[in-house]
């Protein structure tokens, strides 16, 4: 894909905010996390980006219309006997059960 290059630094995501989704999820402890994903246009493609945080809404997260560049990494699931593969922002945790 055009949109993606690789550095030594790792995978980037260059494109514009087309829009955003957040959920709540309740931990086993009874903390609350959030997941937000982000859609983000590039190159004619549509890639959703997800961002696990503990906040509701962070500073950093892109309003829509923002072009930006992501630093992201793919993460591997299954879900409903399916692997699927998700871009996640480089660095965030997300392995979190609930």
Same mark, same amino acid.
């Given at each position: 894909m055009a949109a993606k290059t690789t550095s030594k630094q790792g995978l980037f995501l260059t494109g514009k905010c087309v829009g955003r989704r957040r959920r709540e999820f309740k931990q086993k402890d009874g903390t609350?996390?959030?997941?937000?994903?982000?859609?983000?246009?590039?190159?004619?493609?549509?890639?959703? $980006? =997800?961002?696990w945080t503990d906040i509701p809404l962070p500073a950093d997260v892109p309003a829509i219309g923002d072009e930006i560049t992501l630093e992201v990494v793919p993460r591997a699931f299954v879900a409903n006997g399916r692997a699927e593969v998700r871009l996640g922002i480089?660095?965030?945790?997300?392995? $979190? =059960?609930?």
């Open positions: 609350i996390r959030y997941s937000i994903t982000m859609q983000i246009l590039a190159e004619k493609q549509l890639h959703r $980006v =997800e961002r480089a660095g965030d945790e997300s392995g $979190v =059960e609930f």
